[in-house]
């Protein structure tokens, strides 16, 4: 039977029919989670579900300027294709483009029908065979901040924070929101069914925070990876620039990616929580957050991905920077929120909203799995305001750090899969060499006139 004859995409075309679509928008992660695509028109979907689009694999090793990194399996295998297929149990129509419905995509090998080596969401998928071996279903609720610009042709870079308002954490309405962005994108990621709860002006001048609902993690990730995708076309539409980038402006905050991650038991149960356990935790959470800080600074690679990212640590930031973890304690990398009984979790505050969520989440639920293997206890929590150096160790300071702790850290990269860690390194390290041969305009205001 071809895919044609199939009554469930019969059954989603004429839904889609009758709600006025008439394109199909297949889309999937790259290897820093940008959104990749295809339109398909909707008469041609049953092709597309039979046979997959056809894309170069190098895509994935292709950078934010268009050069092609030389991963093993790319440019020198040929530039070979990998299909991607769309899933459509993840179809929604866009609120906001006319006509346009748009779905995930599944993304093979062709040549073996096996996942491609470097897909995020398979990744994570992966990581979650491991858990569900140990009886454990990971739940993961997504926190993002962002800044949005607008256009300033005498700006530097082009753009400057819209609005350029100070002091207004935590506010909502026109005070530090004139022109309404924070409802408007609210309620159009609502109506897209991403689960978005709530959401906030953040610290700085035109910084935004928008929390997600918890879910299932495969779940919690495929929203917050279509989250970030249409928080940037919500501005494109209005001629504005969304930055998800952890350190955009030098005299304002970073922008962080934080995870509350749980685990549910066999029964559904929340297996963190422990009302005789210490801190009211049971040994499978306190064992998650040994492994965590084991492991934080291979971690960090995937949850502080570029060389901006460490510009986004130190004291003062509020962006955690040492190893260490606390009871309700926003200074401390690692914070348990006083819920206890079905909202025990805890919450890494490592990441910045550069993240690939799926990598941010694999790498995460890797190392808590791994912690739960060990079975050891963390230290003895963070009490009073952190970063003090002389009681907790240093997290890496630079994303070449970070890449050598990812690479020695063989029992993480063991599970997240020799492949795709192969593939990362390489991509990454490329970004280090290409960096390091580029002159900042600090540089020549450094040296120029005195040198």
């Not at 779905?103 to 062709?110: I, N």
């Not at 690692?334 to 690939?356: F, K, Q, T």
């Not at 997240?416 to 970004?431: A, I, M």
Request: with cysteine; aromatic share 8%; glycine share 10%.
């Amino acid at each position: 039977m071809s895919a044609s004859d199939t009554p469930d995409i019969r059954r989603h075309m004429e839904r889609l029919a009758a709600e006025g679509v008439d394109v199909v928008r297949v889309v999937y992660p790259d290897l820093i989670g940008t959104d990749r695509a295809r339109e398909v028109l909707l008469d041609h979907l049953p092709s597309a579900c039979d046979h997959g689009l056809a894309f170069c694999r190098a895509v994935y090793h292709t950078t934010p300027q268009g050069d092609v990194v030389p991963v093993a399996g790319g440019l020198d295998a040929g530039l070979p294709d990998v299909t991607v297929r769309p899933d459509l149990s993840t179809l929604a129509v866009l609120p906001w483009e006319p006509g346009v419905a748009a779905c995930l995509g599944e993304v093979t090998d062709p040549a073996t029908g096996a996942p491609a080596p470097e897909s995020p969401r398979d990744l994570l998928r992966t990581v979650l065979v491991r858990c569900a071996e140990q009886g454990l279903r990971p739940v993961v609720g997504p926190e993002l901040e962002y800044f949005l610009l607008e256009t300033a042709p005498s700006s530097p870079t082009g753009w400057r924070r819209s609005p350029e308002t100070t002091g207004a954490v935590y506010t909502a309405g026109l005070r530090a929101d004139p022109d309404n962005h924070l409802l408007r994108t609210l309620r159009a990621l609502r109506d897209l069914g991403l689960g978005v709860v709530t959401g906030n002006h953040e610290f700085d001048g035109g910084q935004y925070e928008i929390n997600l609902t918890h879910s299932a993690a495969l779940d919690a990730a495929d929203r917050a990876f279509r989250f970030k995708a249409a928080v940037k076309e919500l501005a494109r539409k209005e001629g504005n620039l969304a930055t998800f980038m952890a350190k955009p402006f030098g005299d304002a905050g970073g922008s962080g990616f934080h995870l509350h991650l749980s685990c549910n038991d066999a029964d559904g149960q929340n297996a963190f929580d422990d009302p005789a356990g210490s801190y009211g935790l049971s040994a499978t959470a306190r064992h998650a957050i040994a492994g965590i800080l084991a492991h934080a600074p291979a971690l960090a690679a995937l949850a502080n991905p570029t060389v901006n990212s460490y510009k986004r640590f130190g004291p003062d930031t509020l962006a955690p920077w040492l190893i260490d973890w606390g009871l309700d304690n926003r200074s401390a990398m690692v914070r348990i929120p006083p819920e206890r009984g079905g909202g025990a979790r805890l919450e890494l505050r490592l990441g910045d909203a550069s993240a690939n969520p799926y990598l941010l989440i694999a790498g995460t639920i890797a190392a808590a799995s791994l912690g739960v293997q060990a079975g050891e206890e963390p230290p003895a929590p963070l009490e009073g305001y952190g970063y003090d150096t002389s009681r907790a160790a240093l997290l890496p300071q630079s994303l070449s750090a970070a890449l050598d702790a990812l690479e020695s850290d063989t029992a993480l990269t063991d599970l997240l899969g020799k492949d795709f860690t192969t593939s990362f390194l390489t991509y990454k390290r490329d970004e280090l060499e290409r960096f390091g041969r580029h002159v900042t305009d600090w540089e020549f205001t450094e040296y120029a006139y005195h040198l």
